[in-house]
Nanobody, 120 residues
Framework: QVQLVESGGDLVQPGGSLRLSCAASGNIFSIGTMAWHRQAPGKQRELVVTITSYGSTTYVDSVKGRFTASRVDAKNTTYLQMDNLKFEDTAVYYC??????????????WGQGTQVIVSS
């Protein structure tokens, strides 16, 4: 079993910054595509950014220029650096990863979510 453990969510003022972390644990052989999703109150979950196994990223328009996703495969970890946060960024942020454990194929996993509140 693979676990994705998220951290870094907090209450922050508009214009502030946060860095979210998501660390995968388990008998991991390889991690493929990773992603960050978010779900704001009363809204459907939306894809924020995908990160390929090569580290290339694709962002939803609303966060372009403000958010930066990265991955450190040696630590089985992905990060989401969030700058110039806005009220509309308030959401529970979920980490996603396609993970191959030793002796198996790729499977999809989700983190537990971490709360980001942008408020003055």
């Amino acid at each position: 079993q693979v676990q994705l453990v998220e951290s870094g969510g907090d209450l922050v003022q508009p214009g502030g910054s946060l860095r979210l972390s998501c660390a995968a644990s388990g008998n991991i052989f390889s991690i493929g595509t990773m992603a960050w999703h978010r779900q704001a109150p009363g809204k459907q979950r939306e894809l924020v950014v995908t990160i390929t196994s090569y580290g290339s990223t694709t962002y939803v328009d609303s966060v372009k220029g403000r958010f930066t996703a990265s991955r450190v495969d040696a630590k089985n970890t992905t990060y989401l650096q969030m700058d110039n946060l806005k009220f509309e960024d308030t959401a529970v942020y979920y980490c996603y990863a396609e993970v191959m454990v030793v002796g198996d194929n790729f499977r999809s996993y989700w983190g537990q979510g971490t709360q980001v509140i942008v408020s003055s």
